[in-house]
């Protein structure tokens, strides 16, 4: 029997490069130590295991040239331990064991003596001294100490040799001090060098230059400073908003990484030159820089380590890089501007070194961007009464000259505000080659005019501001004009902003400003009809981004499923929605919303053809932010005054240094151009990321899906993530959308089966209807529906009940969930799910989800408990009631004060599927994506229900449908199971009629108790057995899982214990293991064989653990 540990995912708490074959970076996550390729972003050879529940707070790498010795030697360190391999492209190979120290190791160096036939490790420790250990004897020789013997944060040790070794000790006073070591003997003094003094914070960490010339710090004081030990002069770096936590000095720049989440780059001056983003949580712990590959490697708390190209353009100030400004000529304008005045209405960039503009006054015009820096300005068109031009589209074809060279024209289209849409084909010259102009609209009814790029040139399409479409057919380039084939009439009435078209599957979508995507037929039938069709929809999927406006569709591919579409809205989503047409009626279903944190804003998303990286366009407050979603790093930021102004952009396939922006501003164009071709890879190494990013804070809640190796996850970032252990390695796969408000995921609940209220089989395919559901701060409840597919698990949302306020930033009484547990149960063949969920006012609610209507009931409340509720767990037993064998449903509740109450929801549920579920039906869901539209419930004859009366007054009331609530007492108490809180519970059915509880609590106990559910009216409960394990373990206990054969019991002591369950339901401890995630929230398990389980914990981490039994 024995218990073995997994891969870890958590903070990265130490980094260094490593001379292999390849340029190699080593890192140190939690107690394992990874080796990656620089060049391949994967890694050399699977995990080494370091020490047993201790963190690697430093890793040192050095090449050897001896024969006797390995070709490289790696020192790691982590609290008082220390240990040495021997590092190859094969793997690493433990080497030698340094006993523990008493103190903490604050910095190990490596040196060799003897001709290079013997390394000698040098030793900082917490207590301001320096030991020598040297490998051949396997002791240490020498020790160090400073003369003023105080305690440290900091240490840092520099020289090539250990005569000229000098010591950088930051102290518990805030100062910096800077002593050499001294003499030869086993014991020796040293004396003091420099004194460094400015901090008004703990020193976090300290940096040396690479001639030992500068020493740099970074502090509590949110700064850096950067001391000259030659002139005594000294350059402070502040702009981070929180508490700096690394350094790195380089010849041409600095480098800090902060708890912020950010890097800055700043100039020998002190100049903040660049802010890096891209990483989540608690912050940024290690930042290394390579200067042979410009290459800046950070690691932080959220698991992910990071690359970045800091080549000698980063030097540069962005202003004086990349921006280019002109000004138009605006005529004779007094400053004050009304409807006549002359401005820019439209910009749009045909390439890198292309922009049209569209003005108030009718002008079209074209700016080149010339390599010299000057713009040369065309005017191509000016409509008649200079009539403004409101909406602008081009597209480029491609087209092949006689001659066989590719042609380099244009097709543009326009709209003006007389209602006159424009059709022009311009030259490289900017002349127009051809034209055609028609009237679309009446005046001031014409808001758009689109190319769809996956039908050519062939169409045009222009919108109404009461949601129509019009479909233009171009006749080629001739005198007749476009043709009329079809008017596509929204019914939700709201202006449509974009869209996409398909022949091939015969659908047109559009996304209107109110968030909402329409699905039209389209076919080649249209083109055959003599006179415009009108074409009603077909379907709609109203909401799919709240209430804020579609910014971009597309329709990306086809499968089985249906077709599928990809929508960008200013909420910040990435909607994909599946449309599939059948005979009779359409599906329109939503698998995925993803929310990029980073962007409030989503203008597009973009897949590069030439990798898998996925590109976000977007705003942030008044930034336009490009973002690499793939790999959660920010590539770009620019101050531009927010979204609503006219902007355009064009992204080549390397980002990084092909990108361009256009933005207006106080009359003026303001051109942000960063574009290079050529394929020089010295220029810029494409960022990636070589670990991908997990929680950047606690894990609360983690569950195993049934029977596989898939993780949920849900964390202190308001996230939920979905893992996968495979192949011995534990990597994150998707994160789910973010919660309302960005408020914490306090618990998880996982429903894989439907219920029956009889015991016979329910009818339902549970795999079919596998939902999680989620909770947390600020009262929000969320739940998705899950996909078992082969090789993956897609998550699609299904709704969020919440009485948080977007406008104040709260909920009306402050109240979060603490604990959750869901059951599902079938009713006229549609599951519904009973949401049991913890107040943080120690009042638990019972409410149902019907799935088909997606639609919120409170159908009860339980109250007992004076204190809160922090775990909850259900079972489900067939009882005998009144001669009749039923699905009886219970609900187990542990408390701060030791009790565990157990709820019979049996009558609850049944009223409620039977009855309550009917009113239910009729009522909309609550506004928001996926929603059916309108501030307020009501029902769809437009009818207000009357239990809505109070809803519609107060808007802050409980959204809940049901105010009458059944209020209800527990069947059963048991007292003093733990001394102090019940921090976790988990129930299992041992046979058909009884109940196994196992509890854990501050008390640093378990507790076992065994329930019979007797036969008769109501079917009484009595307690078979009750055990209490003392010091199960030696600090709280805040995880348990058991079966019918076994208990696994996580606690604050950093261990899992594993417990037999004897026949006389006695617990055996059988073995336990050191795990490496600190401050433990909770624990999941599940059979993965015959003869082994498979367990995760989760808190400062995940972690996964295999039990052979």
Not at 117 to 140: F, P, R
Request: with cysteine.
């Amino acid at each position: 029997m024995a218990l073995e540990k997994g891969p870890y995912i958590g903070d990265v708490t130490a980094l260094c490069f490593a001379a292999l074959p390849s340029r190699a970076v080593l890192a140190g996550t939690g107690a394992q130590l990874d080796c990656y390729n620089l060049e391949m972003g994967a890694r050399y050879f699977p995990s080494v295991h370091v020490f047993d529940g201790i963190r690697v707070h430093g890793i040192v790498a050095a090449a050897v040239e001896s024969s006797a010795l390995p070709p490289a030697i790696v020192a790691v360190h982590g609290e008082g331990k220390a240990k040495l391999f021997r590092l190859s492209s094969e793997g690493l190979e433990p080497w030698q064991f340094v006993p523990r120290f008493s103190k903490w190791i604050l910095d190990v160096q490596i040196f060799t003596k003897d001709d290079g036939h013997n390394v000698v490790l040098a030793i900082g420790l917490s207590d301001n001294t320096v030991c020598l250990w040297d490998t051949s004897a396997k002791k240490i020789v020498s020790n160090f100490h400073c003369p003023e013997r105080c305690l440290l944060y900091s240490m840092r040790l520099c020289g090539d040799s250990i005569q000229s070794l000098q010591v950088a000790a930051g102290t518990i006073y805030n100062e910096v001090l800077v002593w050499a070591l001294g003499g030869k003997g086993s014991t020796c003094e040293a004396k003091i060098v420099h004194r460094l003094c400015g901090h008004e914070g703990s020193i976090y960490r300290i940096t040396w230059s690479t001639d030992g010339c500068f020493l740099g710090s970074v502090s509590d004081d949110r700064s850096a400073r950067i001391w000259n030990l030659q002139t005594k002069a000294v350059i402070v770096l502040f702009g981070h908003t929180a508490r700096v936590w690394d350094l790195h000095i380089d010849a041409k720049m600095f480098i800090t990484a902060s708890e912020d989440c950010t890097c800055g780059v700043w100039s020998l001056s002190g100049e903040l030159l660049r802010t890096l983003k891209g990483h989540t949580g608690r912050g940024i712990w290690r930042c290394i820089f390579d200067r042979q590959l410009s290459m800046l490697v950070t690691a932080g708390a959220d698991s992910s380590i990071k690359l970045y190209s800091l080549s000698e353009r980063a030097l540069i100030p962005t202003t004086a890089k990349e921006m280019v400004m002109y000004r138009i000529d605006t005529g004779k304008n007094d400053g004050f501007l009304d409807s006549r005045s002359e401005y820019v209405r439209c910009l749009c960039f045909e390439g890198p070194s292309s922009l049209f503009i569209a003005t108030n006054q009718g002008l079209l015009q074209r700016a080149s961007l010339l390599p010299s820096g000057d713009v040369k300005q065309v005017s191509i068109l000016q409509t008649p009464e200079r009539s403004p031009l409101v909406c602008l589209d081009i597209f480029k074809e491609q087209l092949v000259t006689p001659e066989g060279c590719p042609s380099k024209e244009v097709l543009v289209a326009c709209g003006g505000g007389q209602g006159r849409a424009t059709v022009l084909r311009i030259t490289s010259e900017g002349q127009i080659a051809w034209q055609s102009t028609w009237i679309a609209e009446a005046e001031r009814q014409l808001l758009g005019a689109f190319w769809c790029k996956s039908l050519g040139s062939r169409f045009v399409f222009t919108t109404d501001p009461k949601g129509g479409v019009r479909c233009w057919a171009m006749n080629g380039e001739t005198s007749e004009g476009p043709r009329h084939l079809a008017y596509f009439k929204s019914s939700l009435s709201s202006r449509i902003v974009c869209m996409d078209a398909s022949l091939e599957k015969q659908v047109l979508v559009c996304g209107d400003q109110k968030g909402s995507l329409l699905f039209f037929h389209f076919d080649s039938v249209l083109f055959e009809m003599e006179d415009p069709a009108v074409v009603e929809e077909l379907d709609s999927f109203r909401g799919a981004h709240g209430i804020s406006a579609v910014a971009n569709v597309s329709i990306s591919e086809f499968s089985n499923e249906g077709t599928k579409t990809i929508s960008t809205g200013r909420d910040g989503c990435v909607c994909e929605v599946f449309y599939q047409r059948g005979q009779l009626s359409s599906v329109l279903s939503c698998h995925r919303v993803e929310k990029i944190a980073a962007i409030t804003v989503l203008e597009s998303v973009l897949c590069l053809s030439g990798s898998k990286r996925r590109i976000g366009l977007g705003f942030s407050a008044a930034d336009f932010v490009l973002w690499d979603i793939t790999n959660e790093v920010e590539l770009k930021r620019i101050s531009c005054g927010g979204w609503k102004r006219p902007h355009s952009s064009f992204v080549g396939e390397l980002p990084e240094t092909q990108f361009c922006f256009a933005f207006v501003k106080e009359q003026t164009i303001c051109i942000c151009r960063n574009w290079d071709d050529s394929d020089d890879s010295s220029k810029g190494h494409p960022l990636q990321a070589l670990q991908k990013q997990s929680h950047g804070r606690e894990v609360h809640s983690i569950l195993f899906f049934p029977d596989t190796d898939w993780l949920f996850s849900g964390s202190e970032d308001g996230r939920v993530q979905i893992s996968r252990y495979a192949q011995e390695d534990l990597t994150v796969f998707a994160s789910l959308e973010e919660h309302v408000g960005g408020s914490a995921v306090r618990a998880l609940a996982l429903s894989t089966r439907v219920y029956n209220s009889k015991t016979e089989a329910s009818g339902i395919d549970d795999m079919q209807h596998a939902v999680l559901f989620s909770a947390g701060a600020k009262e929000v409840l969320t739940c998705w529906e899950l996909f078992d597919k082969p090789e993956q698990i897609s998550a699609r949302w299904l709704s969020t009940h919440s009485t948080f306020s977007k406008k104040s930033g709260v909920n009306k009484d402050d109240l979060r969930y603490m604990a959750l547990t869901v059951f599902a149960v079938e009713s006229d063949g549609v599951p519904v799910y009973f949401v049991v969920a913890a107040m943080s006012n120690a009042i638990l609610t019972v409410k149902a989800f019907d799935s088909s209507s997606k639609t919120w009931s409170r159908i009860a409340v339980l109250q007992h408990h004076k204190c809160p509720v922090l775990t909850l767990h259900h079972a489900v037993l067939p009882c005998f009631s009144q001669g009749t064998l039923a699905n009886r449903f219970f609900v187990f509740s542990g408390c701060t004060d030791g009790s565990i109450a157990v709820w019979d929801l049996t009558n609850s549920v049944a009223s409620f599927t039977v009855g309550e579920r009917e009113k239910a039906q009729g009522l909309r869901p609550l506004s928001g994506r996926g929603s059916q539209g309108g501030k307020a419930r009501r029902r769809l004859n437009h009818q207000r229900h009357p239990s809505q009366q109070q809803i519609l007054k107060d808007p802050q009331s409980s959204p809940d449908l049901s105010q009458d609530a059944a209020v209800l007492s527990p069947v059963l108490v048991l007292s003093c199971c733990h001394q102090s809180g019940v921090n976790s519970l988990y129930v299992c059915a041992t046979s058909s009629s009884t109940l196994s509880i196992v509890s854990g609590g501050d008390d640093q106990s378990l507790h076992s108790s065994v329930l019979s559910m007797q036969e008769g009216a109501g079917s009484t409960i009595r307690v078979l057995s009750r055990q209490n394990v003392a010091n199960a373990h030696s600090s709280a206990v805040k995880g348990v899982w058991s079966d019918s054969e076994w208990i696994f019991s996580t606690g604050l002591d950093q261990r899992v214990r594993c417990w037999q369950i004897a026949q006389d339901n006695r617990l055996t401890h059988s073995c336990s293991c050191i795990i490496d995630v600190p401050e433990t929230e909770s624990i999941d398990a599940h059979r993965s064989s015959e003869s082994s389980y498979r367990i995760t914990v989760a808190g400062r981490g995940v972690q996964v653990l295999n039990l052979a039994v």
